[in-house]
């Protein structure tokens, strides 16, 4: 049965989230539509008034969260086959929206090609603009289990593998699953998979690195080929070195004034090094300077791409970094921060032991969750509330631009199709609403929630 909302709603007194700034204001919202709407043409074209106005006495409204990193919640796991698995996953999406949470990208981990293809179709976008239906989904994020067996963390390395070409790829997921992918954490220097990210992204596939063992210039590679995304930023992957910083590395350089080039002088053209016909074949026919470079199009692009700092998850949840570590990422690369809970399907559970895939068991104490077999940290259980105010308090960043980290920012990392809609209180994108209160050592708690201009907690 569907439930009957207001028509129209006035959010008034409260500091909206605009900018990178909380600024005083109102805010218009539409349940018919989901999404906000313009005073002017409300009153003015279509003559409408508020059908409520809620009086938000001072307290911030921020855009609804986006998790792009979430393994599960509420004793449910989006990696594990389930005869109810549909039904078990809205109940699922009911619960995560109570912490603030209006959009996730539901993260399967590395587990065996039949898994893959009972859990992804599930997965994919969420279809209809439902609000009764809880956390609304983005499309799936795979991680795994194209991963580095030496950065595995807890992925099983019995079920990783390499692909060696795009039919490994479909093999593993099952081709027709892939529309329903989001992105993938893959580690880019195992098998030809460096070769594949250009493919993940033609397909609309975001390409993140990670669980990976990669060089500083492999990690750069793989940007040139089109990764944009780093998952979980310094946790399963080669450790920081001051001269080969690895993939944390990315986070330090910055795009080159001009293209850069290399001295093509050492390397004589061949014939055999270039298609016959192509354009820069036919450019190699005549003599050339030792100073000479390329200039076509695409290497271009591909080195712009070389130098351009990636987007990178972060997991602030006090236990997978310090908040050294998270302030250092922060100032290197602010606006590719996302803050991600990395959450596992017992966060939202009582303390204590729980089975786990029939792989090992989860011993979880308060905001801790470790394997108990090595006691390796395994996720996390903390919500993204929780990760917001130890980022704040442990960076000294503003509320404004720490909210940005997962609002505007993860929308903007999920690509264009998201970020028209998600992340940002204006005019015509989905009505998605946190109203947060600040107590007086400045952390901040859900208060309210709305989803397509409906408020549902």
């Known amino acids: 049965m569907s439930t009957s909302y207001p028509r129209v709603t006035k959010l008034t007194n409260g500091l909206l989230l605009k900018n990178g700034q909380l600024l005083s204001g109102d805010l218009w919202v539409s349940s018919e539509t989901g999404r906000i709407i313009s005073p002017q043409s409300a009153f003015y074209a279509s003559h409408l008034k508020a059908d409520r106005v809620v009086d938000l006495e001072g307290r911030i409204l921020s855009p609804g969260f986006i998790d792009v990193q979430i393994n599960g919640y509420h004793n449910f796991d989006f990696s594990t086959p389930d005869p109810e698995f549909a039904s078990r996953l809205t109940e699922t999406t009911q619960q995560m929206i109570k912490s603030g949470l209006t959009s996730y990208v539901p993260t399967v981990i590395s587990t065996r090609p039949e898994a893959y293809h009972a859990v992804l179709p599930h997965l994919g976008p969420s279809e209809g603009r439902d609000?009764?239906?809880?956390?609304?989904?983005?499309?799936?994020?795979?991680?795994?289990?194209?991963?580095?067996?030496l950065r595995n963390g807890i992925h099983n390395k019995e079920v990783l593998r390499e692909a060696n070409s795009w039919e490994d790829i479909e093999e593993c997921y099952g081709s027709k699953n892939l529309q329903n992918v989001r992105y993938i954490t893959a580690a880019p220097e195992r098998g030809d998979m460096m070769s594949l990210i250009s493919e993940f992204v033609s397909r609309g596939i975001i390409f993140s690195v990670g669980h990976s063992d990669a060089t500083f210039e492999q990690a750069q590679s793989a940007m040139a080929a089109g990764a944009s995304m780093v998952t979980h930023l310094f946790n399963a992957m080669r450790p920081f070195g001051h001269r080969d910083p690895g993939i944390f590395g990315l986070l330090g350089q910055s795009a080159p004034s001009t293209p850069v080039a290399t001295p093509r002088a050492s390397r004589p053209a061949s014939a055999s090094s270039t298609p016959a016909g192509s354009p820069r074949s036919s450019r190699r026919s005549s003599p050339r300077s030792s100073l000479s470079i390329s200039t076509s199009i695409s290497d271009i692009e591909q080195e712009e791409r070389r130098y351009t700092q990636p987007y990178f998850g972060l997991i602030a949840d006090g236990i997978h970094l310090s908040p050294q570590t998270l302030k250092i990422a922060y100032s290197s690369h602010p606006e590719g921060a996302i803050l991600v809970t990395d959450a596992q399907k017992f966060a939202g559970c009582k303390d204590g032991a729980y089975e786990w895939r029939g792989e090992?068991?989860?011993?979880?104490?308060?905001?801790v969750l470790r394997l108990e077999s090595n006691g390796r940290i395994a996720g996390s259980v903390v919500d993204l509330i929780d990760c917001v105010n130890n980022f704040k308090r442990w960076t000294g960043a503003g509320t404004a631009k720490v909210l940005e980290t997962v609002t505007s920012t993860p929308a903007k990392m999920l690509g264009k199709d998201v970020e028209k809609r998600k992340g940002k209180l204006e005019v015509g994108m989905d009505a998605d609403l946190v109203v947060l209160g600040e107590g007086l050592d400045g952390d901040l708690t859900v208060q309210q929630v709305w989803k397509f201009g409906a408020r549902v907690v």
């Open 360 to 367: 090992d068991r989860f011993i979880k104490e308060g905001k």
């Open 131 to 149: 609000a009764s239906t809880g956390c609304e989904s983005l499309g799936a994020h795979i991680e795994g289990p194209f991963l580095s067996p």
